[in-house]
């Protein structure tokens, strides 16, 4: 068995197998491992990806992973029944246990981590620990059907702090692993018949205004805040993530000796390890907050649940009729910065977004700008 490329795709790069040559039949059979590099990446002497490209060794290990791991099922099955075409195809397209649902989850779940952001894969092993609890870490192929996923998303929604659309994207993520189950000939898809997962509702404003900023700020620098621990650790964080982006995952690592360079706060690092810094020289409430975190010397150690909580009692200071959440940091920035005229491309650079989601943010602006010219007219 040997690791090889096969081609290249519409992007240029080369495309990642194992390939297994069966000198009985002399054909061979292709497995994709899921990773793809540049030709310039690819070490073609020692068959590996070149550590000059960005988590090289984490690829590597995983590719001699799917190797080992493929190497040794096809000697269980020649050792067996032996070896055919088809069991070999067979044996590849079915790497690990292939009765353990949670196995082949947390196989798709290291995929993720490799090939996706740290916050998308954060969102997903979130939904693969919360159902591995919910089984007792047992789950057969054979154990997925439309009873286990009602009762499973009841469980969800018998928690603290989950709503109706967290419930609906956590579903989805479930669901997404399973469809691919399904795919792979693991699961039918007679087992989940007749399950449906709770709709998406977009809400109509999940975003807060200008004002709305100002007057948690000046709670803030009012020491309005200042009995309530809690408040006094939230409320400065979230108003960072309002105002330049960051992600909640960040409010724990945030250190400004380390984050501020030549008056730029950095907000995020891309795959490629370049920073992308939100300048502040023009930024007066971000300024405000920063010295606010720095004179307090305040650090963020609560889970994400602790601070929804703390974020409900913040939201009896404003006159706003939605929940307010820790994701709704990210869309308040996005959304206020698409209205005093950023560029799409621009917020999509701060937030480290799609263009795709940068025009969910701009179809709301411009539903705002509807709302008031049917309020005002024009001039």
Excluded at 71 to 98: F, H, P, W
Excluded at 184 to 200: E, F, H
Excluded at 314 to 326: A, G, R, V
Aim: proline fraction near 3%.
């Amino acid at each position: 068995m040997k690791i090889a490329i096969q081609g290249k795709n519409k992007g240029g790069n080369v495309e990642i197998y194992l390939r297994v040559y069966n000198p009985q039949t002399l054909k061979q059979s292709l497995k994709h491992t899921g990773h793809t590099v540049p030709e310039k990446f690819w070490d073609k002497k020692n068959k590996k990806i070149s550590n000059r490209f960005p988590n090289a060794d984490l690829k590597n290990e995983d590719i001699q992973r799917q190797l080992q791991e493929a190497e040794k099922n096809i000697l269980i099955v020649k050792k067996t029944s032996g070896i055919t075409d088809r069991k070999v195809k067979a044996v590849l397209k079915k790497q690990g246990n292939i009765e353990d649902f949670l196995a082949y989850f947390k196989e798709h779940l290291d995929r993720i981590k490799l090939e996706f952001s740290d916050s998308y894969w954060k969102q997903v092993n979130t939904v693969y620990e919360q159902f591995s609890g919910f089984v007792k870490k047992q789950c057969t192929f054979a154990d997925i059907d439309s009873k286990l996923l009602r009762e499973f998303q009841n469980r969800l929604f018998g928690e603290e702090d989950n709503i109706k659309n967290t419930v609906s994207v956590k579903m989805g993520r479930l669901l997404m692993i399973i469809n691919l189950a399904i795919d792979d000939r693991l699961i039918s898809a007679d087992q989940i018949r007749g399950y449906k997962a709770p709709s998406y509702e977009s809400p109509g404003r999940d975003y807060l205004t200008m004002d709305d900023l100002d007057t948690i700020l000046n709670h803030l620098e009012d020491g309005e805040f200042n009995n309530d621990p809690s408040l006094k650790k939230v409320v400065p964080f979230f108003l960072v993530e309002c105002l330049c982006g960051i992600r909640f995952s960040d409010w724990h690592r945030f250190k400004l000796e380390r984050l501020i360079k030549d008056e730029s706060l950095k907000v995020r690092t891309k795959k490629t390890g370049e920073p992308v810094y939100y300048p502040l020289h023009k930024a007066d409430k971000l300024k405000k907050v920063l010295k606010f975190i720095a004179d307090n010397e305040i650090v963020f150690d609560l889970t994400e649940q602790q601070a929804n909580r703390t974020l409900k009692l913040l939201q009896t200071y404003l006159p706003i009729d939605f929940e307010l959440t820790t994701h709704i940091g990210r869309h308040t920035c996005a959304t206020l910065h698409l209205e005093i005229g950023y560029s799409k491309e621009a917020v999509a650079e701060i937030l480290g977004i799609s263009m795709r989601t940068v025009e969910i943010y701009a179809r709301i602006t411009r539903r705002k700008l509807r709302i008031e010219y049917d309020k005002y007219g024009g001039i």
